[in-house]
Nanobody, 121 residues
Framework: QVQLVESGGGLVQPGGSLRLSCAAS????????MGWYRQAPGKQRELVAA???????HIADSVKGRFTISRDNAKNTVYLQMNNLKPEDTAVYYC???????????????WGQGTQVTVSS
């Protein structure tokens, strides 16, 4: 069984910073790709950043230069450092994992429960 748990969300003023964390738990041998999506009310869920194990890191144009994705493979954890936050960054942020190798097989499209980020004065 694989679980993803996000943390680090909250309320921050414009221009502030937050660091999101997502830890995958269970009997995990390795994870190929980990990343972050976000969804604001009334909008489609969008990819924010992704970090494959053996490919090029992706950062959405809307957050490029402000957000940074990183991984700690020993901890099966992915991070999203968010700087210079803007009101339009307000959304629920979801962690994802693909190619999760476990004793029961390899799993794709695993999702966390989401963490709320609110940017407001």
């Amino acid at each position: 069984q694989v679980q993803l748990v996000e943390s680090g969300g909250g309320l921050v003023q414009p221009g502030g910073s937050l660091r999101l964390s997502c830890a995958a738990s269970g009997s995990i041998f390795s994870i190929n790709a980990m990343g972050w999506y976000r969804q604001a009310p009334g909008k489609q869920r969008e990819l924010v950043a992704a970090m494959p194990s053996r490919s090029v890191t992706h950062i959405a144009d809307s957050v490029k230069g402000r957000f940074t994705i990183s991984r700690d493979n020993a901890k099966n954890t992915v991070y999203l450092q968010m700087n210079n936050l803007k009101p339009e960054d307000t959304a629920v942020y979801y962690c994802t994992a693909n190619g999760v190798a476990t004793p029961l097989g390899v799993f794709d499209n695993r999702w966390g429960q989401g963490t709320q980020v609110t940017v407001s004065s």
